[in-house]
């Protein structure tokens, strides 16, 4: 089969080609373009005119990278073509690290699946494996749909060289509805793309050349590509990215502004539609450095104003939400973006997620939580426990858009042509082809709908999208307290991203709002050694050094009144663990991996340390991990993004126990499904949640895991933040 490349438009000289090629990872770019121009790619592997597994007879290599090789092959049962994707990374990692990354290969291969049976607009995948090549070298394979059609990137490409009229944004929107929905869908799971671009929307085509669908392409390979740069993966003379700088949200670039997640497909879906709507690339700059200060300025977000498009003041708002600097302020997925869009633009909130297709599961997730001794949450460190090491598994309707008039002949390519090489693209044409475009409209001027808008959280807080979800533990090291599980239904909340800080509260304070923050510990049976102790950790005692730590030394009518002052209130028990543990279940609320120090702030070398040089008879010192995570006591809030939980929530567990509304009882075990609980009406205790600081067992961290205090108490060691009803 012959192959063609995509040029550039000589006039436009920041056209994608172009401008990849003059980036730090230009030369796998380079080299990949000039193949495409001159010959079929080469078969690195040696695969073509075998049979893989007795039943995949490879025709051809239709698209190569610095990660993988993408094979046509001939499906020796069904007669019918298929995509042979061959992960070709293991040989240059060390011998002992290839299980690793042949386990996350495997499953990110069963989410593919697992996700592809939910939507007819993920690219489905078929079948996994491993082969050994001619040359004597392992490498896993994964099998998906062979795609007629071409990459929206190239189509996109096409129309700006031929000055093609530009959709509209009501255009834009219902040829991306099924993109989003299947975004929307993995979000819902807590799963992120991390690397949406043109290049990985599959336009499908039928005999006609007219539109017949849309397909999401390389789910999971920014997760494989960044665990092969971690193993030392050096494949290409340039540098090789994980995500590609010209759709890259700011945490892409540098981990300063958190981590990466939902939110980060949500600015680049954001990016996909203004590029569509405003016919040139969202973001400019020659380099990476350029392309990270353009991602990151506040001054100028690449929205569809800012690229010359007309649009109403409240779809600029919500575009505006989308392409934030921070991640805590954009829409926390793509539904929540694309609901806001679709009602805004259409009227209409977005359509069910396309139906399932086949039976089949994804991959399992097994664990067990360390088991502890209880000894209360006052002390700086609780009884050392014995512990049992945690155990983790080794492995759409499409919105029908207008149809072009054209009648071109088909471009075929497989399904994952587009491989991961650092941001470069590639894709296999016949020779002599004509583009098929895609269907365009004029212009008209965009009214914002009469609709209302979403309603959307205050700064600072971040939407949680309710639902159901077991409430509290059933597993068989888990504490009375903890059990039975239990199902709860949610309505839609805010919730603050970080603990309220010193200087937050001290604000309220100064304006009369809020009572002072105690300079004092004060619980039941406190002892003057204590207090002598543990006085000195109460942040708003050094009000100024400590104004972004958690406040503390504050009771629960105390976090209370600081919520309602800014008209919100303490969150319920039940509203607190959704937003730390989600409705898969998890263990802790990054995901089953244990608790370390870049995870969270508990006890550590570090810890251990100011214990000792401040001795508590009742309390010696423990540590949960063995590593210093950077602070002896309190930490400033957001310093541990890495052990956000799934919503984007930071410090949900460790730093400072936060108070919750709920009076303090045992669960009972409920015959239905308990809506928007609120807690016993009256109590002696009231709930604190989360750990501290100062903790010394896993458990403790774990967001089934409740204590109960008086609610009089003031500790170094409590905290809070508020909520918002929706």
């Known amino acids: 089969m012959p192959f063609v490349a995509r040029r550039a438009n000589p006039e436009r000289p920041m056209s994608r080609t172009i401008a990849l090629e003059r980036r730090p990872f230009r030369h796998a770019c380079r080299l990949l373009i000039r193949s495409l121009a001159v010959e079929p790619f080469a078969d690195q592997l040696g695969l073509v005119g075998t049979t893989i597994a007795d039943k995949y007879a490879v025709e051809s290599v239709v698209g190569q990278g610095g990660f993988a090789v993408v094979y046509r092959a001939i499906h020796n049962v069904w007669k019918r073509p298929v995509a042979v994707k061959v992960f070709n990374a293991l040989g240059d990692v060390a011998p002992e690290q290839r299980k ?116 999401l392409l390389d789910f999971g390979i920014a997760k494989v590509v960044q665990d092969a740069q971690k193993m030392g993966f050096t494949k290409t003379a340039g540098h090789v990215t994980s995500f590609t700088p010209l759709y890259g949200a700011p945490e892409q670039f540098t981990r300063t502004y958190g981590a990466t997640g939902p939110w980060t497909d949500v600015f680049a879906l954001a990016l996909v539609t203004a590029e569509i709507v405003s016919g040139r690339e969202a973001m400019v700059g020659d380099s990476l450095v350029q392309l990270a200060c353009a991602a990151a300025d506040d001054r100028t977000r690449p929205t569809p104003r800012t690229l010359g498009v007309a649009v109403s003041d409240e779809v600029e708002a919500i575009f505006q939400r989308a392409v934030a600097v921070s991640p805590s302020a954009r829409w926390p997925t793509a539904g929540d973006f694309w609901n806001a869009l679709r009602v805004a633009v259409i009227g209409d909130p977005m359509a069910a997620a396309s139906s399932p297709r086949s039976s089949g599961g994804g991959p399992a997730a097994l664990a067990t939580s360390d088991t502890i001794v209880d000894t209360g949450p006052h002390g700086p460190a609780p009884a050392a426990a014995t512990a049992l090491p945690p155990s983790n598994p080794s492995l759409a309707q499409i919105a029908p858009a207008p149809r072009a008039t054209s009648r071109a002949p088909i471009v075929v390519a497989a399904a994952l042509a587009v491989v991961a090489i650092g941001g470069g693209v590639a894709f296999a044409l016949r020779r002599g082809s004509t583009p098929a475009p895609l269907p365009s409209t004029p212009p008209p001027p965009v009214v914002a709908s009469s609709a209302p808008p979403a309603p959307a959280c205050p700064p600072g807080m971040i939407a949680i999208p309710g639902g159901e979800f077991f409430m509290g533990s059933d597993e ?116 089953d991996d244990p608790p370390s120090a870049r995870l969270l702030n508990a006890c550590g070398k570090e810890c251990v340390a100011w214990q000792k040089k401040h001795p508590d008879p009742d309390h010696p010192p423990a540590f949960m991990y063995d590593a210093d995570d950077g602070f002896a006591n309190t930490a400033p809030v957001g310093s541990f993004p890495e052990g956000k939980s799934r919503y984007g929530i930071q410090d949900m567990v460790g730093n400072v126990w936060e108070w919750v509304a709920d009076y303090y009882a045992d669960y009972e075990k409920a015959a239905a499904t308990a809506v928007d609980p609120k807690g016993p009406a009256s109590g002696a205790d009231r709930v604190i949640r989360g750990g501290a600081w100062n903790g010394a067992m896993p458990a403790w961290v774990r967001p089934s895991f409740r204590f109960h205090v008086a609610p009089t108490a003031r500790s170094y060691g409590y905290g809070f933040r508020c909520a918002k009803s929706l």
């Open 100 to 215: 690793k990354l042949l386990d996350d290969f495997i499953q990110e291969g069963a989410l593919l699946a697992d996700l592809s049976e939910r939507s007819a607009a993920i690219c489905q995948a078929r079948d996994i494996g491993t082969l050994t090549t001619p040359g004597g070298h392992d490498v896993p394979y994964m099998v998906l749909e062979w795609l007629e059609g071409k990459p929206l990137d190239a189509i996109l490409e096409e129309e700006r060289a031929r000055n093609a009229p530009l959709r509209s944004l009501d255009a834009a929107v219902r040829l991306l509805d099924p993109i989003a929905e299947a975004l929307a869908l993995a979000h819902k799971k807590g799963i992120a793309h991390r690397d949406l671009k043109p290049a990985n929307v599959f336009v499908l085509l039928d005999a006609s050349g007219e539109v017949a669908g849309m397909k």
């Open 476 to 591: 068989k090291d888990a504490f009375d307290f903890e059990k039975p599980a239990h199902k709860v239904k949610l309505s839609p909340y805010c919730l603050d991203e970080l603990e309220v800080t010193v200087a937050q509260y001290k604000e309220c304070s100064d304006r009369g709002a809020c009572r002072r923050a105690g300079k004092e510990n004060d619980w039941p049976d406190i002892k003057p050694a204590q207090r002598k102790i543990y006085d000195a950790l109460c942040n708003i005692n050094d009000a100024e050094a400590k104004a972004t730590h958690p406040v503390n030394c504050v009771d629960w009518a105390q976090a209370r009144e600081a919520c309602e002052a800014r008209g919100a209130r303490l969150p319920t028990e039940a509203e607190w663990e959704l937003a730390a543990r989600g409705t898969d279940g998890r263990f802790y609320p990054w995901g």
